[in-house]
DNA sequence: ACGTTCATGTCAGCTGACGT
DNA sequence: ACGTCAGCTGACATGAACGT
């Protein structure tokens, strides 16, 4: 039999099923029972054969007293197919489950700088004994970026109060939260309670987060043709206990939020004096990645961690 | 919808190695 | 030399893909 000498082997004509009858042979050093043992008939392994020798250039087996004995070629490809199969074997029959333990996958997250307050301490602690070896990114985003990122599975959840991801997106509320005015200690003005004129009166500064629906609370003083003060608009919560407990300004935010800022000192927390909607903090994923493992694990995690 | 092409499988018969 | 076993080959069937 005479062998065509390829240069390289184009890898376009090799069947997946020619690998699995050579994988066989090599096993049973026997046409038939290799054929038995891949569920096909002994000329269908023949016809296998054939091709793989013509694909290779090289005999592959040849019958001895021993039966079918591998060439040298054959000896060499042995192990790197065997070790080819098993990867697609674990790669297509993998479980359907995500490895928390032994995973070193970044999760990317969509928040605003209160949900890294709110939730990444208690996060963060729960995968260092669960899951030691992920890693968590946040990004704050615009709704219209944050629809595609998480469509694109460049992130993997959103987590916030974000009323404007609505169609072709999962979402699940984790809980209600409501606002609440915050002044510093010693205002001049403001004592223990806070009246409607007192709040008209104030200066405030307000937030407005990329990606958030936290603008309610201006609606819902325009509906009812309130005028107050801005002297300071900005886009992130960070500066703002700072900000309040060196100046007189007052500032309406989530209750969460204003509860964490209170051990900083000099801060105090006032029942707004109209009343203020209750908002639902929800973890938002694309359709895409509903039955993704890992993305499934972690939004059982933040179910498990701060859903009321 | 139909015909053609191609890939893949089965069946039957042939070939070669080996033991007696 | 002959029988047996194992593998090879050609003819044919089947089904999917593709073009008209």
Redesign the pocket.
């Known amino acids: 039999?005479q062998f065509k000498v390829y240069a390289k082997v184009d890898i376009a004509e090799l069947?997946l099923?020619l690998l699995v009858a050579f994988e066989a042979?090599l096993h049973?050093?026997?046409?038939?029972?290799?054929?038995d043992a891949i569920?096909?008939?002994?000329?269908?392994?023949?016809?296998?054969?054939?091709?793989l020798?013509k694909v290779l250039a090289d005999?592959l087996?040849v019958?001895?007293?021993?039966?079918?004995e591998p060439t040298p070629f054959a000896m060499e490809l042995a192990e790197p197919i065997r070790d080819a199969l098993q990867l697609l074997r674990q790669t297509l029959n993998r479980d359907k489950h995500f490895d928390a333990a032994t995973s070193t996958r970044t999760f990317r997250i969509v928040m605003t700088d209160i949900g890294e307050r709110v939730f990444l301490p208690g996060l963060l602690q729960h995968l260092s004994t669960v899951a030691p070896h992920v890693s968590v990114r946040t990004v704050q985003l615009p709704v219209k970026e944050m629809r595609d990122a998480l469509e694109s599975g460049e992130m993997d959840l959103a987590v916030g109060f974000i009323p404007d991801l609505t169609s072709g997106y999962y979402q699940q509320r984790l809980f209600n939260r409501s606002y609440v005015c915050i002044a510093r200690t010693n205002h001049p003005h403001i004592g223990d309670t806070l009246s409607l004129e007192q709040y008209l009166a104030a200066s405030h500064a307000i937030v407005s987060a990329p990606g958030t629906g936290h603008d309610v609370v201006e609606r819902v003083l325009a509906e009812k043709g309130y005028r107050r003060r801005i002297a300071l608009h900005v886009t992130h919560f960070l500066a703002i206990p700072l900000i309040v407990a060196n100046t007189d300004l007052v500032v309406t935010i989530p209750t969460m939020l204003a509860e964490s800022y209170l051990p900083a000192g000099n801060i105090k927390m006032l029942t707004p004096p109209l009343k203020m909607p209750v908002y639902a903090i929800r973890q938002y994923w694309h359709e895409r990645f509903h039955e993704d493992p890992a993305n499934k694990w972690l939004r059982e995690l933040f179910c498990d961690l701060f859903r009321d």
């Open positions: 039999m069947d099923k042979m049973t050093r026997n046409v038939t029972a290799a054929a569920g096909i008939t002994q000329p269908a392994m023949s016809t296998a054969l054939g091709k020798r005999p087996f019958r001895t007293s021993q039966g079918m």
